[in-house]
């Protein structure tokens, strides 16, 4: 073999090594804990949220599990029902992704606010590490509904010192180029920008984070 394909199959096993965690390692696991946006409705599984963002970040060099945990449907009082069974799996960090549902049946935000808190407060318990998606209101139940619920996400972050993504559909929302026909659920291009929103979020989140959980 010559020194040039010698040197060639060095790099390439170089960087593979540098991908691959070594026998033994921690490879972190997140939970992406959501409604119909993160399980994907619509997509193949391979497109959806949770298997686009581990990709994302197998790019970047990071190895990492991501879990889709995400019910169609679901809303922040659906998530409480089910949080500790998932707590109880003991992933390494939580994304938070919950709130659409019940702005889009107009339930109070004050109960939404109760029950992300409640949520909030289970995770951080636990020492699951947490990032938080933020969601807006649509107009359609009135100013006074939209500002109170607008609030909720920023306010919680910052009183329970929780990473934000302020509104992770920012890009995506009313943009018939990044949705399907339902106008609601992102197609590929609109997961792809969500990706964009989060995986910086995550990678920051897991710096450091190998073998931090047992």
């Known amino acids: 073999?010559?020194?040039?394909?010698?040197?060639?199959?060095?790099?390439?096993?170089?960087?593979?090594?540098g991908s691959t965690p070594a026998p033994g390692a921690h490879v972190p696991e997140i939970v992406a804990f959501g409604d119909s946006?993160?399980?994907?409705?619509?997509l193949p599984p391979d497109s959806a949220l949770p298997a686009r963002l581990e990709a994302k970040l197998h790019d970047q060099g990071i190895t990492a599990r991501v879990v889709n945990a995400g019910v169609s449907g679901d809303t922040t009082a659906g998530g409480v029902a089910r949080l500790d069974w998932m707590l109880g799996e003991k992933p390494d960090l939580v994304i938070l992704e919950l709130g659409a549902n019940d702005a889009l049946?107009?339930?109070?935000?004050?109960?939404?606010?109760a029950n992300l808190e409640t949520?909030?407060?289970?995770?951080?318990?636990?020492g699951t590490k947490l990032l938080l998606l933020g969601m807006?209101?649509?107009?359609?139940?009135?100013?006074?509904?939209?500002?109170?619920?607008?609030?909720?996400y920023p306010e919680l972050a910052d009183a329970h010192h929780v990473p934000?993504?302020?509104?992770?559909l920012e890009g995506v929302a009313m943009?018939?180029?990044?949705?399907?026909?339902d106008g609601l659920h992102?197609?590929?291009?609109?997961?792809?920008?969500?990706?964009?929103?989060?995986?910086?979020?995550?990678?920051?989140l897991l710096s450091g984070a190998s073998g931090s959980r047992s």
């Open 1 to 17: 073999m010559s020194r040039r394909r010698i040197a060639v199959a060095l790099c390439g096993a170089l960087l593979v090594a």
């Open 37 to 42: 946006i993160t399980a994907g409705l619509g």
């Open 105 to 113: 049946r107009g339930i109070d935000p004050k109960t939404v606010r």
């Open 119 to 126: 949520m909030i407060d289970k995770i951080q318990a636990s």
């Open 136 to 152: 807006k209101a649509p107009p359609n139940w009135g100013e006074d509904y939209q500002q109170a619920f607008d609030r909720i």
């Open 164 to 168: 934000l993504v302020p509104f992770f």
């Open 175 to 181: 943009d018939p180029s990044m949705n399907q026909a």
């Open 186 to 204: 992102p197609n590929e291009k609109g997961v792809a920008v969500i990706v964009g929103h989060v995986a910086p979020e995550i990678a920051k």
